[in-house]
């Protein structure tokens, strides 16, 4: 216990240190870092919790990830990509709901007709909010140049997650081949962020095989890529793909929620500025697993608003919450009284400090 209070007290923790705070037993322990946290991110983002629409655009991917559900091997999927005028709906029904900003998420593709269809996404819903919405895309592994024409078009968020830092731990739930290469995803991440980007990242926690060590590994590749926003959440299994073989060596629901909530807060404290988002993920292991993340440090929800008729197709895991709608999910956080004072904020994008920090060469890691 003094030696994690000694931690808690440093400027700079090390990876001993992450892993000491990521293995803490006892619920004392546990205490000091949520309290830590919430002192943070008081003190640098404040309690305000940012909105973003999330749209998943369509299921159809390229990749064949072994943990996802939509992976391009699993034929029990319906595949669906929405038309260009069911996406305009969506994000006109967030801005009419006072959204700051929207997310198109997508499976990954590459070829030009993808390409142009989400830069005309972008354009338009530009247009029809007259500016006001944020976009943040997560389309997956693009070239330099289509990340390019996108942030031109008026995207400026983009989040690729590296999913796992270890290179061994990654190939166990990837293929190993050029379409899956880690490398790739970490060029991309310094891609974007030369066009300008804010850019976000994140990995899964709780893989079968993944250590204390890989998850402070993690975080200090978070720390070292110098991103702006984090989306990092449980891995949940899917029965549809091979990685569901090893669920045997999962974590019980419960130890893979506390452990998701003691990496957020870790991480607010290892990175102070940045945008942490309450993964949809921890949802499937508690159902107030969001709000519990708001809690411990995030300060982003993204309440879904793909047409209902769509969502049991994206099924990147099981047990997704899938008919949760945005506004009954803003309605039961504003009914909870569980809050903490914590704020929800309709009408602005909630731009990371980190960023804003980052780019005007000040603050942490600039
Ligand atoms: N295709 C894009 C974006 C959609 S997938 C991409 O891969 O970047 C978005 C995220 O869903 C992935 O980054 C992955 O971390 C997460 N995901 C996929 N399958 C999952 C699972 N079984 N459990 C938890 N998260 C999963
Ligand atoms: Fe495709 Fe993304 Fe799923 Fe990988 S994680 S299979 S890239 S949707």
């Known amino acids: 216990m003094p030696d994690i209070v000694h931690i808690l007290d440093k400027e700079l923790l090390t990876r001993e240190d992450l892993i000491r705070l990521l293995t803490v037993t006892s619920k004392a322990e546990r205490d000091l870092i949520f309290q830590k946290a919430a002192k943070v991110r008081s003190e640098n983002v ?20 072994l943990y996802c559900g939509i992976r391009t091997g699993n034929a029990q999927v319906e595949r669906y990509c929405l038309e260009e005028d069911e996406v305009i709906a969506c994000a006109q029904h967030a801005f009419e709901n006072n959204y700051g900003s929207v997310v198109i998420q997508s499976g990954e593709r590459t070829n030009e007709d993808f390409i142009i269809k989400i830069d005309n996404l972008v354009r338009k819903i530009k247009i029809l909010s007259h500016g006001k919405l944020g976009i943040t895309l997560s389309c997956g592994d693009q070239s330099k140049e289509t990340y390019q024409r996108w ?67 993690d975080l200090l590749m978070l720390k070292m ?10 891995y949940i299994e899917h029965k549809d793909t091979p990685l569901f ?16 909530l003691l990496m957020i807060a870790v991480l607010r404290i290892l990175m102070p500025d940045i945008n942490i988002a309450a993964a949809t993920a921890l949802d ?13 440090g995030a300060n982003v929800l993204m309440p ?17 919450p899938y008919l949760t709608e945005a506004d009954a999910l803003i309605k039961k956080i504003n009914e909870s009284g569980n809050l903490n004072g914590y704020q929800i904020k309709f009408g602005e994008w909630g731009d990371s400090k980190h960023f804003a920090n980052r780019v005007k060469g000040l603050g942490f890691d600039s």
């Open 46 to 65: 404040g309690k305000n919790v940012y909105l973003r629409g999330l749209i998943e655009f369509s299921n159809r991917c390229e990749k064949n990830c």
């Open 151 to 217: 942030f031109d078009s008026g995207a400026h968020r983009y989040l690729l997650r590296f999913e796992a830092s270890d290179p061994d731990l990654y190939y166990k739930i990837h293929p190993n081949n050029k379409k899956h290469f880690l490398l790739n995803r970490l060029n991309s991440l310094q891609y974007l962020k030369e066009t300008g980007y804010q850019v976000g990242s994140g990995m899964m926690i709780g893989l079968p095989g993944q250590t204390p060590e890989n998850l402070a590994d």
């Open 225 to 234: 890529l110098n991103v702006d926003m984090v989306g990092m959440g449980p």
């Open 245 to 260: 073989e090893k669920r045997d060596q999962l974590l019980p629901k419960d130890e893979r929620l506390a452990l998701s």
């Open 284 to 296: 499937s292991l508690a159902d107030d697993g969001r709000m519990q993340a708001i809690c411990s």
């Open 304 to 320: 879904n608003f793909t047409p209902l008729k769509y969502r049991e197709n994206y099924f990147l895991y099981e047990n997704k």
